[in-house]
C-alpha cells in the first residue's frame, strides 16, 4: 500500500506498509509517544517482537512519512487463540476466532497530532481489511481515554464488555462485524463513564456502548439496546 498525503498543516507525507527494516524507528515513535502521555496506562506498548509478529505476516501495520521520518503508525494483529482472545468476550464459537482481528497499538508523533492521523489510518486499515478471511476487528480502551474511545466509535466500533485485562487494568472491549449491517435498538440510556457497576449491568443486560457525550464536564457513555 502507498498512499500521498497533504497535511492540515500543508505537509505533505506519504503512507505506505511497513515492512522489519522499519522496526527501529518503530521502537523510537512508542518510545517519544509514551514518554508525552499524562497518563501511560492509557497505552499498551508492544515489544519488539510482538511488533515482529505483526510484520512477519500475521496482520498488518501502516505508517506516515514526513521526509522519510516515520511519524504515525497503526497496526491490525491476527491474534494466537488462547484463554485470552477477546473473541470469547462476544461469545463466539471456537470455529469463529480464526475470523478475528484485533485493532492494535495507534501511534502518532506529538508534533504532528491534529491531522486526524489515526482516523485515517484506521480507515485505511479497515478498508484493506480482507473480508473473506476475517469477520470480526476488536479492540480495548482504558476508561477516559477519550480519543481513543472517540477513533474507535468512529469505525464503527462499538463496546460489549468493561472488565479487567492486562493483569489488573480496567478495560473496555470494542468490536466491529465487518459483514453486519444490522442496526442496533433505537432505546437509548446514558451513564456517567466513572459508574462502572451501571456500565457493567447494562452490557450484561445485552445493551451495547454506541457513543460518548460530555454534559456539564462530565464524560457520559451512550448505550443502545442490541436487538
Request: charge should be negative.
Amino acid at each position: 500500500m502507498k498512499k500521498d498525503l497533504t497535511l492540515r498543516t500543508g505537509q505533505e507525507v506519504t503512507i505506505r506498509s511497513l515492512v522489519h527494516k522499519d522496526l527501529e524507528a518503530i521502537m523510537v515513535l512508542q518510545e517519544k509517544v509514551i514518554a508525552s502521555l499524562e497518563v501511560t496506562s492509557f497505552l499498551q506498548p508492544l515489544s519488539e517482537d510482538e511488533f515482529l509478529v505483526i510484520l512477519n505476516g500475521n496482520g498488518s501495520m501502516i505508517g506516515v512519512f514526513h521526509n522519510e521520518r516515520l511519524i504515525a503508525f497503526r497496526a491490525m494483529l491476527e491474534p494466537e487463540i488462547d484463554e485470552h482472545h477477546l473473541g470469547k468476550d462476544a461469545g463466539l464459537p471456537d470455529s469463529e476466532l480464526p475470523s478475528v482481528l484485533y485493532s492494535e497499538v495507534t501511534n502518532v508523533d506529538p508534533e504532528y497530532r491534529g491531522n486526524s492521523l489515526q482516523q485515517i489510518l484506521g480507515e485505511l486499515l479497515m478498508e484493506n481489511v480482507d473480508k473473506e478471511r476475517h469477520r470480526y476487528v476488536f479492540a480495548t480502551v482504558a476508561p477516559f481515554n477519550i480519543a481513543s474511545l472517540k477513533d474507535k466509535f468512529s469505525l464503527g466500533m462499538h463496546i460489549i464488555s468493561l472488565e479487567k485485562k492486562y493483569g489488573n487494568l480496567l478495560r473496555y472491549t470494542l468490536m466491529k462485524d465487518l459483514r453486519e449491517n444490522k442496526k442496533p435498538g433505537s432505546l437509548i440510556v446514558m451513564t456517567e463513564m466513572s459508574d462502572i457497576l451501571k456500565q457493567q449491568s447494562l452490557l450484561k443486560d445485552g445493551w451495547i456502548g454506541v457513543g460518548l457525550e460530555e454534559v456539564d464536564g462530565t464524560w457520559k457513555v451512550k448505550f443502545r439496546q442490541n436487538e
